[in-house]
């Protein structure tokens, strides 16, 4: 057996329901576990960042407020923060998730404790976003090129998001790819019967979606490839999570006259429970790095609908765990939906596939290679 050492890592990321803040929450959850100490440094608490563990320390960023700021200067703020935690718990290494603001604001506080004699490692983990719609922005780019290749170490969550970012950027490092994961046994688990007959009496098909409701997700698509369902067998969609597309959607489910079976539950923490009653996952994205949502819905043993962008074959395996279609095609998307769900055995099969190909990304074989990757690096 290989023993590691104790780190004492400091985490960074976006505390909200996007999935770099929870990716960033869920390793730095496993860390601990492992024995390693973990502080997280944002601006509020992260959402899944709700148990109690000795090893765990969080640091909120307080950015003062000034009447000559029309812009609090929250960069200034995380920077002068991860200074201070660094010096005071005398961490090892700093990991942040999503390069915007963090990488910069992690060489910056490198800088300054360089002159102070101490030299941090700082690993930059890339997520999506950050590189293919916010980043490549010319207002950003020339920081977040910089910001990248000052990190001691970088990862991608997939390989297309790693060919995306050399694509985009002229990056001179080398981008190690470490895929999101999951904790397949906290998501393998038996829907409560009771819960899935408050959302389907009647014993319909439960479709669900989950995200940030951004216009990249195509929420508009996730309404009409349920329609397509709807209009064939008897059944239900979840709406999980929350967004500037929400309103939007409300009103095509009343236009296209499915309300009554559609219901939006806002943000939830507890995936876990709410995906074990689903029988189907839909993720039409117009992009998805990676896809976290879908991986944790394939983990519950939910087969999945995607689009083929990005890093989502690397996921989903065509008519293996669910089935993919190009951007936009609702009405195929629509059709291979009804294929799975009106065949018991298709979506037995699928279901299994699904937590198959889920355990090759369990948090097990993905946490050591974070570790390995602080290990080198110190
Ligand atoms: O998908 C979002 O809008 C949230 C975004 C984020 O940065 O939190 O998610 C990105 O990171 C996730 C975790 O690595 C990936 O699973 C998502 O695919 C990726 N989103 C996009 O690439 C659009």
């Known amino acids: 057996m290989t023993t590691t050492k104790r780190m004492r890592i400091g985490m960074v990321c976006y505390p909200t329901f996007g999935g770099s803040g929870v990716v960033a929450t869920e390793l730095g959850l496993a860390l601990a576990k492992k024995g390693h100490s973990v502080h997280f440094i944002t601006y509020q608490q992260p959402v899944r960042l709700n148990t109690f563990d000795p090893n765990i320390f969080y640091h909120e960023v307080h950015v003062p407020t000034y009447p000559l700021f029309d812009f609090p200067p929250y960069e200034t703020a995380l920077a002068s923060a991860m200074v201070n935690v660094i010096t005071h718990y005398n961490l ?47 207002t950003y780019a020339p920081v977040v090129t910089f910001s990248i290749n000052e990190s001691d170490a970088i990862t991608a969550v997939s390989t297309n998001l790693r060919m995306e970012t050399y694509k985009h950027f002229k990056i001179e490092k080398e981008i190690e ?32 979606h989950a995200s940030n409701f951004r216009k990249l997700k195509r929420i508009p698509d996730v309404v009409r490839i349920f329609k397509e369902v709807h209009n064939h067998i008897p059944c239900k969609l979840l709406l999980v999570g929350d967004g500037p597309e929400r309103p939007a959607a409300e009103e095509l489910c009343h236009e296209l006259n499915i309300q009554d079976d559609v219901q939006f539950v806002g943000k939830q923490d507890q995936m876990e429970e709410i995906l074990s009653i689903a029988d189907l996952f839909l993720l039409p994205s117009e992009y998805e790095s990676f896809g976290l949502a879908a991986l944790e819905a394939m983990a519950a043993g939910v087969p999945v609908i995607t689009s083929n962008a990005g890093g989502l ?53 993905i946490i050591p290679l974070y570790e390995k990757l602080y290990e080198r690096i110190l």
């Open 313 to 365: 074959a690397e996921i989903n395996i065509n008519n293996e765990t669910g089935f993919s279609a190009e951007v936009g095609d609702v009405k195929t998307m629509g059709e291979l939906s009804l294929k799975i769900l009106q065949d018991e055995s298709l979506l037995h099969r699928f279901k299994l596939n699904a937590i198959k190909q889920a355990k090759k990304f369990d948090i097990h074989t």
């Open 92 to 138: 090892d290494l700093l990991h942040v998730h999503y390069a915007i603001p963090h990488a910069a604001a992690a060489f910056m506080a490198k800088q300054i404790l360089k002159k102070e004699g101490k030299d941090i490692p700082v690993i930059t983990t890339l997520h999506g976003t950050d590189i293919t719609l916010v980043g490549k922005d010319k």
């Open 177 to 208: 790819v470490i895929a999101n994961f999951v904790d397949v046994e906290r998501f393998c688990r038996i829907g409560i019967d009771a819960f899935r007959k408050v959302i389907a009496p009647n014993n319909e098909k439960i479709l669900m």
